[in-house]
């Protein structure tokens, strides 16, 4: 099956912007020429070295010198030492700007086994070893474009989670209709099954 490529500028762009369009796109991890793992996306945030919640605020280091890398690579961490998480590099060069992949959901699993950021990687098996590799040109870990697009009424905009820092940002989005969401805003009900874009 041909994938939908991402426009040659997609990941050029502030993390802000990317973010919601990385909504409804295919995470997928091939383990061998058999076994693949397939999910879609269902919700991310939005980091920038402009504010305090961002891993290159003060300066870079050797833990983060890959979120001031090329745009459209994959930026991993461990979260208190414990959880991998995915990242996207976005913007420019010499720029800390990423994408957090907090939430995807995976078809024929609990829709839950990919609820958070460590969950995520856990799912997919993936580690440091993913640092810093192309986002779309290579065969083993790679994001492909979506089938179809959300309308802004399918997506919730809301403020990003388990950070100390510029809480206030409202740099997190998710899919509404999904059960697969890390955590839903206050009111918003947990909708009775999963319509996702596929």
Same mark, same amino acid.
């Given at each position: ?71 459209g690579t994959f930026y991993i961490y461990?979260?208190? =030492? !414990?959880?991998?998480?995915? /990242? &996207? ?7 800390? *700007? ?5 939430? %995807? ?56 989670? =388990? !950070?100390?820092?510029?809480? /206030? &940002? ?7 209709? *999904? ?5 839903? %805003? ?11 874009l596929s």
């Open positions: 099956m041909e994938e939908n490529l991402f426009p040659k500028n997609f990941f050029y762009r502030h993390s802000k912007l990317v973010a919601p369009d990385l909504i409804g796109c295919y995470l997928i991890k091939n383990n061998n020429k058999k076994d693949q793992v397939k999910g879609i996306i269902v919700e991310t945030e939005a980091y920038s070295e402009e504010e305090e919640a961002c891993h290159g605020y003060r300066k870079i280091t050797e833990s983060n010198k890959s979120l001031f890398g090329k745009p461990k979260s208190y =030492g !414990i959880h991998h998480c995915l /990242n &996207i590099v976005t913007d420019k060069e010499n720029f800390a *700007s990423g994408v957090l992949i907090r939430a %995807v959901f995976i078809t024929k699993e609990n829709e839950r086994l990919a609820s958070g950021p460590g969950l995520v990687t856990k799912a997919f098996g993936i580690d440091i070893s993913f640092n810093s590799v192309e986002v779309i040109n290579n065969n083993s870990l790679r994001i492909s474009q979506r089938d179809s697009i959300p309308e802004q009424k399918d997506l919730i905009q809301t403020t990003r989670i =388990g !950070i100390s820092k510029a809480k /206030n &940002i409202k740099w997190r989005w998710y899919l509404k209709n *999904s059960r697969s969401v890390s955590k839903r %805003v206050k009111g918003d009900r947990t909708p009775k099954s999963n319509n996702q």
